[in-house]
């Protein structure tokens, strides 16, 4: 691993997070941002700091970690660049749940009912998944089984849009899909981090056995590593983390897969040196992303998952180009 690398992401997170807090509508200097945060009174400006702002850049690190730890777990155990946390199907079932609870009525009549609706959406599909491969499936099982627990969500909720009769609740639906940070509470930060908190626990102690799924799964048996055992560990660990993000922000793509391809230079072939690396660049990218929206186009909706979509596909396309150059 280079050095610095990980302390350089650290410091880009930490002045990223204090960009956050500082940028938006409300034209706040830094003294007033500052006492707004630590004062304890209902003022505008400490509602605007704490209930607004604090959320939002809060929500950003940790989903932003959680989508890069996760694709980078995926692609160490699958051993395929081209693996991503979507690709076991509890990102399109988390909002498949969420999409029936909007058209159902449920997340207008209960506050949490939409991160709730979420949240079962992304369990039911991780039982679904690990059902479909069985405790002894190999890879290739568990994606096959993910890539069609993810095309039934996606086919369901095509069908839930196609028979809404509310235009509105529609209109809702998509704009959901897109993925955003914006009006979220402190609420929705306790909802995700319990969740979270655990993903990342599952996730981040995989590297030893990541580093020896590298030489094959029969090798990495005889050093001791049950793999059946990590792959439940990566499944639920992974479920946690996109379940719970998607329940909080919606469909935010490309972070778990574009991140680790762009370090993965930089911490040579060992996938466990890679994953905290990709933790702290997929904040680095999301909280990016996030600030990029209140300050391109600050007086329209510009969706998160909208720009992390456009920044992240030419990236990964340019990637994709270099691998063919490379084995020319």
């Known amino acids: 691993m280079k050095r610095g690398l990980l302390p350089g992401l650290g ?11 500082l940028i938006g509508p409300a034209q706040l200097s830094i003294a007033d941002s500052l006492s707004g945060l630590m004062a304890g009174d209902d003022s505008p400006v400490a509602l605007v700091m704490r209930e607004i702002r604090l959320p939002r850049a809060l929500l950003a690190l940790l989903i932003g970690a959680s989508l890069g730890l996760a694709g980078a777990a995926m692609q160490g155990y699958l051993r395929n660049p081209l693996a991503e946390p979507g690709l076991i199907g509890v990102s399109a079932s988390a909002a498949l749940g969420a999409v029936i609870a909007i058209q159902s009525g449920f997340a207008a009549a209960f506050v949490l009912g939409l991160p709730l609706a979420a949240l079962a959406g992304a369990l039911a599909a991780v039982l ?9 499936g190999t890879s ?6 993910g890539i069609a627990v993810s095309a039934l969500a996606s086919a369901l909720t095509s069908l839930v849009l196609n028979l809404s009769p509310n235009p ?17 509470s402190m609420i929705h930060v306790w909802i995700a981090l319990p969740f979270m908190a655990l993903g990342l626990l599952l996730l981040g102690t995989l590297g030893r056995g990541l580093d020896a799924l590298t030489l094959g799964e029969d090798a990495a ?38 991140v680790p391809h762009i370090l993965r230079p ?10 905290w690396a990709s933790a702290l660049g997929g904040a680095v990218m999301v909280l990016t992303a996030d600030i990029a929206t209140r300050v391109i186009l600050p007086d329209r909706d510009l969706k998160l998952g909208v720009l992390t979509a456009l920044v992240g596909a030419p990236l990964f396309l340019h990637l994709i180009l270099k691998l063919r150059k490379e084995r020319l």
């Open 11 to 21: 410091l880009a997170i930490v002045l990223l997070f204090a960009a956050s807090l």
């Open 128 to 136: 679904l998944v690990m059902a479909l491969a069985g405790p002894g």
């Open 140 to 145: 290739l099982t568990l994606i096959l089984a």
């Open 168 to 184: 509105f609740a529609a209109s809702e639906i998509v704009f959901w899909m897109m993925g955003s940070l914006e009006d979220r």
């Open 221 to 258: 048996q005889a050093m001791g590593i049950q793999v059946s055992r990590l792959r439940l560990q990566l499944v639920f660990g992974t479920a946690c983390v996109v379940g719970a993000g998607t329940a909080v922000a919606g469909a935010i793509g490309f972070v778990g897969l574009v």
């Open 266 to 275: 930089f911490v040579g072939a060992h996938p466990s040196r890679l994953l």
